[in-house]
């Protein structure tokens, strides 16, 4: 049997750069209806684009080999096949190729498909992609954020589905950050919910998230969930992206204190078991090239974009003690967030870094109070690094504050904190002359999200490290919960100018427009300027 080829290859060429343009566009094969083929109803994701490298993510429907090509230009002349790996229901169909040895600064076009097993080798109709490799003369454009498919908010076809994956697209980023909540694995998605002003939210629904995801199957429809809207498979084919975790990919707040005893809605009440088909579903869904056999479940990296930035994605899940009222006043076990392994990992790529500038890209914000109800002796319990109490550092805010005293007396500057979570827009720089625990250089941290969920904040601030709020979008007070309707959606858009070296972060609202701007000039190596200018809009 033959591989079935795109129309597009039989168009002259002065028709062909638009069909090929239909092709990324659409990202949905057109499957053959009379023969009994593999298909790729998930699309194809890029992920972990780093210097020479990135990562082709697909999935079949039955046992299959990805089979892949990629050239330099659309007609895909002189194109380099690769052979995939095979995928089986070990993975739930699903693989990975690394492509490596890619020239910086090209516009790369790939080709996917997958051949089955048998001897008649049927081939699915492939899907296009195409991405553009970071070179030494490009200025930087990235984006960020988190929290889809939240509190039953699903794709909505009559509402435009998960349109702020458009938005995001539509400024061409190099790169995406999703900043954990990618799925809602304890959030079950109602055929319909009723939204503010008495509007009435309709979801596409699957029988996989009716319920809490409790099986490994429910766990991976989650992620199949996200990938029915063509916004998202859009996105995916266009922008390479860079995934890590929070709690809802497993179970709400979810830590080693975790009590589901009382939750009627889990016949699963072991959290180590739910972690670990969570995790297994989360490895195979995310477009990350995975660690080595050291650690092979790792999330937390460091991705390099040449001399302008690194990004250091964390995980503040896996390596961290139960929540707890968080005042202990030393550290311990139970003031573990980071951990100590990954904890001297930081620090070490933070020093030997290079690069202009470092961006944390954290699954939690430091400075704002989330809760997680109250201990049994009617203390408040938290969820994240603050304590609520505006003192010195306590509970996992010792573990902050050692990592934040590394980063000033190592003199690593021009560093920026990227998060999602709270499911608002705000932009926090933290004030060491207005802090409880003053050794630490200032710095500022952003907030965006959420990208297709509840509309939430804002919270309140801890003043153990004097965050100020210099921005931030959020409902309208007594109003929690918002729909996608409501507007208040919201992703980060980073651009960094290779001839100033200057960032400037903006926040956009689920149309595309800018609703705040911060630029930050370039500090010199071992110096600290204060001179922040800024043009906000609200």
Not at 269 to 289: C, D, G, M, Q, S
Not at 483 to 491: D, E, V
């Amino acid at each position: 049997m033959q591989l079935l080829k795109p129309s597009c290859q039989f168009l002259k060429p002065a028709k062909l750069a638009l069909a090929i343009a239909g092709l990324l566009a659409l990202n949905a094969p057109v499957f053959a209806q009379t023969v009994d083929v593999p298909q790729m109803e998930q699309g194809i994701q890029i992920g972990d684009l780093a210097p020479g490298r990135a990562i082709v993510w697909s999935r079949a429907d039955r046992p299959s080999r990805m089979m892949l090509k990629y050239a330099y230009n659309p007609q895909f002349n002189d194109a380099i096949s690769v052979r995939g790996p095979y995928a089986l229901a070990e993975t739930d169909f699903t693989a990975r190729q690394d492509l490596t040895g890619l020239p910086e600064g090209k516009d790369v076009y790939v080709k996917v498909w997958f051949e089955d097993l048998t001897n008649a080798r049927g081939k699915s109709e492939p899907v296009v992609g195409h991405f553009h490799t970071i070179g030494k003369r490009d200025d930087i454009r990235f984006v960020w954020g988190g929290d889809t498919a939240g509190q039953g908010w699903g794709i909505n076809e009559s509402f435009g589905g998960m349109k702020i994956y458009e938005a995001m697209r539509q400024v061409q980023p190099q790169f995406f950050i999703q900043s954990g909540d990618n799925v809602y694995s304890d959030g079950p998605i109602p055929e319909s919910k009723l939204a503010e002003n008495g509007q009435v939210w309709t979801n596409v629904v699957t029988p996989e998230v009716s319920k809490v995801a409790e099986t490994l199957d429910e766990f991976r429809g989650r992620y199949k969930y996200n990938l029915l809207d063509e916004n998202v498979r859009r996105f995916n084919a266009e922008v390479p992206q860079i995934w890590q975790w929070d709690d809802h990919e497993v179970v709400n707040n979810w830590s080693d204190s975790k009590d589901l005893s009382n939750d009627s809605r889990y016949t699963e009440k072991n959290i180590p078991t739910l972690i670990a088909r969570a995790t297994k579903a989360f490895l195979e869904y995310a477009p990350l090239r995975p660690h080595d056999a050291e650690e092979s479940e790792r999330i937390y990296r460091k991705v390099s974009y040449g001399k302008l930035l690194d990004v250091f994605v964390l995980d503040m899940r896996s390596y961290r003690g139960p929540n707890t009222a968080n005042l202990q006043t030393q550290e311990n076990a139970e003031t573990a967030f980071l951990g100590a392994e990954q904890m001297a990992w930081l620090q070490d790529e933070l020093k030997r870094s290079k690069a202009t500038w470092k961006v944390i890209s954290a699954d939690m914000p430091i400075g704002l109070n989330i809760g997680d109800g109250n201990t049994a002796q009617g203390q408040a319990r938290w969820e994240a690094v603050a304590n609520g109490n505006n003192g010195p550092a306590a509970g996992r805010e010792l573990e902050v504050a050692r990592l934040l005293s590394f980063i000033k007396h190592e003199h690593i500057n021009n560093l920026v904190w990227l998060t999602a979570d709270v499911h608002y827009a705000a932009a926090h720089y933290y004030d060491p002359a207005k802090a409880a625990s003053k050794d630490f250089a200032p710095f500022w941290e952003f907030v965006a999200g959420p990208l297709n969920a509840g509309s939430f904040g804002p919270n309140s601030t801890d003043g153990t490290f004097g965050p100020q709020v210099v921005f931030s979008k959020a409902p309208p007070a007594g109003q929690a919960n918002l729909s996608p309707y409501a507007g208040l959606q919201f992703f980060g858009e980073v651009n960094i100018d290779k001839k100033s070296r200057a960032m400037t972060v903006d926040f956009k609202d689920i149309d595309g427009a800018v609703v705040f701007s911060k630029t930050l000039p370039a500090e010199a190596e071992r110096e600290r300027g204060h001179d922040h200018h800024d043009r906000d809009h609200d």
